[in-house]
Nanobody, 125 residues
Framework: QVQLVESGGGSVQSRASLKLSCAAS????????MGWFRQAPGKAREAVVC???????SYADSVKGRFDISKDNAENTLYLQMNDLKPEDTATYYC???????????????????WGQGTQVTVSS
């Protein structure tokens, strides 16, 4: 059974950093596409950064240069390092995984079959 459990969210001031974790079980993260998505109240879920099974990342323009994705295959855990946070980054952040998302659809939420429960990130100015 595939499970994704996010952690690491919180409330921070602008320009702070946070690191989110997504502990995966039931599959091996090194062979699946995975990603971080977020959803703010009243808005659609959007991609933040995703990574394919080869380890190649794709970033949303809004987070390029500030956020970074990484995998720890030994721990079967996905990470999202967020730097220089802004109030517009406030959202619930979700981890997602899928065994067969093609690289050209990595940033499309509907391409992912498995989702975590989300972790809240709040950034105040």
């Amino acid at each position: 059974q595939v499970q994704l459990v996010e952690s690491g969210g919180g409330s921070v001031q602008s320009r702070a950093s946070l690191k989110l974790s997504c502990a995966a079980s039931g599959f091996t993260i090194s062979t699946w596409s995975m990603g971080w998505f977020r959803q703010a109240p009243g808005k659609a879920r959007e991609a933040v950064v995703c990574i394919d099974s080869d380890g190649t990342p794709s970033y949303a323009d809004s987070v390029k240069g500030r956020f970074d994705i990484s995998k720890d295959n030994a721990e079967n855990t996905l990470y999202l390092q967020m730097n220089d946070l802004k109030p517009e980054d406030t959202a619930t952040y979700y981890c997602a995984a899928d065994p067969s998302t093609p690289w050209w659809k990595l940033l499309v939420p509907s391409q992912y079959k498995h989702w975590g429960q989300g972790t809240q990130v709040t950034v105040s100015s």
